[in-house]
């Protein structure tokens, strides 16, 4: 960083990314200049410490303006002027990232084809100039056919969906503009990914987690990170944004990069913007550097920040104007109330319908202890899972612990491990997972637990009882094994082959029979980083404690043989 | 919050305080206006929104210029005149914290009468008018004795430490001024430690975490959360610093309370603050809402944001001029380049030595994980633990596993957990702490090993092996039980007596005399929410492959009949 003389960074574009990233610059020892034609109701106008030039974002005379006196030039929406960066790149303006990644990028066209060519993933597509080559592209991919504008085109405007071929020359009308059409394959995804990607000017780039992006009429409305997909796939999903992005020569700044997950969970890559992203706001409460702060780190030839989370999970809801200020902030003040939520307002008015107002980030420990937060948000802007066909539950959080045991005979013991889980409020998954008979399920159950977010296994099994030592052995997760008794040795065979493991796969080994301890101790696990079950497992210690001292008040009160007869003959412990 | 009509707030002083509130207003849709001397070279000159007044804090025609307009009045400074403040009150302007706080805190002795008569807990003092007063306080409180002025002081300006009672004269004449002087006695603390709190209009208050705030010449140099000290400690202070602001009728804002923390781990009130503070910068990166934000939700009247810790540990270091912008940015570029630092540039010039140009806040997933950035910071900016006279680590963060054995005879065997703790890198602590024969010592080391940052324990016990299952019922973390081998029972005495434990109290039960497992059980307990020390396990997993695989290919290449020869007569494996 340079103090002495910070640099300054002009925007193209005082919209609400122009804001957020002015809003991180003064402490970075960055001054920004901004150019937008909003005049004083442009969210950015009033913030950007250097100033601010009214005029149009493709004005090639606005946009000298904006760059005198900026040590870069940098923009917070692709859909501005190639040939004037270029002129400006022609003057000696150092634009980040240079006018050949938006010429890239913003037809969509040839966006495609460069991503062809650099070998990443995508859905099938061609070029439609007229209404016969629509034809032909249905005849080719099937319908439904995906028709979208090359150009200019966000939030699912410039996008038409053609069902029947009837209405190919509507739909070609509708999404037809200077920049022309093409048309895509039909994705059946289950699910939208994304991942910000960002570069620096020494070429080195690094990714952000990837996020499952909830849309709903093509605009993006909810943010969960990490993403509910497999690792595999959430690691699948990095690795193309992240080539997609370095394919692009001298590529810089922060890169949003939506993808399609498909049912055998391949990833597609479906769009690029070259800005912060509505599916990176998040990490400007959950991770170390945000995607605003490395924006400008990037463009300003700074080292990167970090990009991991630093929380268990985080979540975005957009909100979007309702019509009046009264309904759109609902949300807000309902956030406001939450213990970890952070609201983003982005200053606009008015709050005309469907119109990005601002958002809310929110952190956990985990993404099961998300879910109240988000569900209550997600009601109060209006959205519920309905229509989705699963029953008002598409996104359920993985759960912290996952109970396994080798036969069903094992879940009257079993399931006294859940009833705990369950009133300590831990999310938790049962499956019924064999060493001996379903081998290849428990090896994957094991090499896969880790990546859907489980934190601790608990496997019970009888007798000759390989499970939880086979799932140890497979997993870099803590195992607890539950030995259940059998009726030959009594859980001793059990015991031994569970506890006695060999150097190098440790099974943490409960009493026999005693899987309500398992889920105690799988609770004490998730409790050493977690404050609130902490403070419930301390109470729960404080109430057992209280059920002793009862017992011993209610022995002085009727005497040793009263108590002993109410007891029955049974030598186990009365209610009191 | 009200986005139709935001809410505008006057800030009395446009410092970096002043700066880094007006930076979160936007995002809650509220507007800053900043009243400061400092012209252009102001810190908060173009930051806030609503604009900025030029002039003096005490200044009444000013302050009326500043009120113009705001819904609420604030300060970011305590020196400011208490008459100007009635007098905008007087006029109808809403002052938050009200004229009578300020009144209470700015006069040292004022302060310390009215938190002597809350009973709040209180370093000696005593008014000293004069030297006369000055030699009787020496003669009560003895030698060295502190004397302060009672106004105007900060960062150890106003205060003198009279050693010996020739120089009483001297030291009253180096801090007496029109506001006077008054004597406390000495503290022989061990530490510094400061809670921030906030307290809503409504009178809700909430504490941030206590922090240790480690000085050097009177100056906060390094934060550290959570404090370094008993867990007991840490809440004493969280209950003397909101019992201290919650006795201030109408006090409203974000409260700085600094206090001391002494041998015998009592907690005594040193000063407050009545506006965000040195120590409580860390909230910044390291809580849901930070300071900051608290404070302008306070004064503005809405509810209160989270103030819990949403990451392990946090570290704040202070940027002071060197004297050179050069030297002065050294650290700021070092914290650039790392994972979990943000950096956090005031925006002043020229670097005075000394001056407060910036800091830097830190995170980590636990206290022992931080310390490696912490230690390089603090190189960068010439900080050094000699001359504490305790060999350079006078903050030593917490261990994150405590390996406790009934008999040093079992050292031999635990020290396999040791080495695979230090193998990873995990910090850890150990001690022979016996069941039987120090009942009394397993008491408080169990009681107390949450509290001080542990988050997991492994014991170790052989024959009738007590020590894992009654450290167990009085800790709420994981224990792992090891059960050393013993010579009458090869070690199955050992096992029964540590893994059956009754329900509602578990142990982690792991082989007989498998110490090693323990240490991996304990890493794959604390990597269940670390990325790090996930990879970390995963790499020794596929090393154990590697090394059965390099077996396989030598008992391949040399025949079963040589492969035993070479492993002699013991059975072992051989290495290859």
Chains 1, 2 share one sequence.
Not at 13 to 40: H, I, T, W
Not at 212 to 237: N, T
Not at 537 to 562: C, H, P, T
Request: hydrophobic share 40%.
């Amino acid at each position: 960083m340079n103090a002495s003389n910070p640099p300054v960074i002009g925007i193209i574009g005082g919209g609400q990314l122009g804001r957020m990233m002015a809003l991180e610059a003064p402490r970075l020892s960055l001054r920004c200049k901004v150019l937008d034609a909003g005049g004083a109701k442009a969210p950015c106008a009033g913030i950007s410490e250097e100033g601010y030039v009214e005029g149009g974002l493709k004005d090639s005379e606005k946009l000298k303006e904006l760059a005198k006196g900026c040590d870069v030039v940098t923009a917070e929406i692709e859909h501005i002027s190639v040939p004037a960066l270029e002129e400006l790149e022609s003057l000696g303006v150092n634009v980040q990232p240079p006018s050949s990644v938006f010429k890239t990028i913003q037809d969509k066209l040839v966006q495609k084809d460069h991503f062809a060519k650099a070998g990443v993933a995508l859905p099938r597509y061609m070029d439609t100039p007229n209404v016969e080559a629509v034809k032909r592209a249905a005849e080719e991919f099937g319908l439904p056919l995906m028709l979208k504008s090359r150009k200019e085109g966000y939030d699912g405007r410039g996008n038409c969906v053609l069902k029947s071929i009837e209405d190919a020359q509507k739909a070609f009308d509708t999404v037809n503009n200077p920049g022309g059409v093409y048309a895509e394959g039909w994705v059946d995804f289950v699910d939208e990914l994304a991942v910000m990607v960002v570069r620096s000017t020494t070429g080195e780039s690094k990714c952000y987690p990837t996020v499952s992006a909830i849309q709903r009429d093509s605009v993006c409305r909810i943010v969960v990170a990490p993403a509910r997909a497999p690792e595999s796939s959430r690691l699948l999903a990095q690795l193309t944004a992240k080539s997609a992005i370095d394919s692009m020569p001298g590529a810089t700044g922060v890169f949003g990069v939506e993808l399609f997950i498909c049912r055998d969970g391949s990833v597609l890559l479906n769009e690029v913007a070259p800005r912060p992203h509505n599916t990176g706001h998040y990490t400007q409460d959950a991770c170390a550097c945000s995607q605003f702060e490395n924006h400008l780190r990037a463009v300003s030839g700074m080292e990167l920040g970090g990009t991991d989370l630093i929380v268990g999970a985080a979540g975005m809801v957009n909100v979007l104007g309702t019509g009046d200020m009264e309904g759109t902030t609902a949300a807000l003040k309902l956030a406001m109330s939450m213990e970890r939520a952070a609201v983003h307002w982005y200053g606009k008015a008015p709050a005309k319908l469907g119109r990005k107002m601002g958002h809310i980030n929110i952190t956990a420990d985990s993404p099961a202890e998300m879910e109240k937060d988000l569900k209550a948000l997600m009601d109060a802007v209006g959205l519920t899972m309905e229509g989705e066909g699963k029953g008002g539950d598409v996104f359920p959080p993985p759960p912290l612990v996952g109970v396994i045991m080798g036969s069903d005979s094992d879940l009257p013991c079993m399931s006294a491990a859940c009833s705990i889980l369950k009133e300590f409020g831990v999310h938790f998954e049962v499956d019924i997972v064999s060493a001996h008979r379903t081998p290849v399920k428990m090896t994957e159950y094991a090499k896969e637990a880790a990546g859907r977010g489980v934190e601790v296994i608990i496997a019970g099994a009888g007798g000759a009882a390989h499970l939880p030592g086979m799932v140890a052995s497979m997993t870099p997760l803590p195992v607890v094994g539950v030995p259940i008794k059998t009726s030959t040795l009594s859980g001793v065979d059990s015991l031994h082959s569970i506890v006695q493991m060999p150097r190098g796969i440790p099974v943490a080994t409960v009493a026999i029979g005693n899987a309500q301890n398992a889920g105690l101790l799988a609770v004490r696990i998730l409790a050493s980083t977690r404050k609130g079950l902490r403070e419930k497992m301390e109470a729960y210690q404080r109430g057992m404690k209280e059920v002793v001292e009862g017992k011993s008040e209610r022995l002085k009160d009727i005497g040793y043989e009263k108590y002993v007869e109410g007891m029955g003959n049974k030598g186990g412990t009365v209610n009191v």
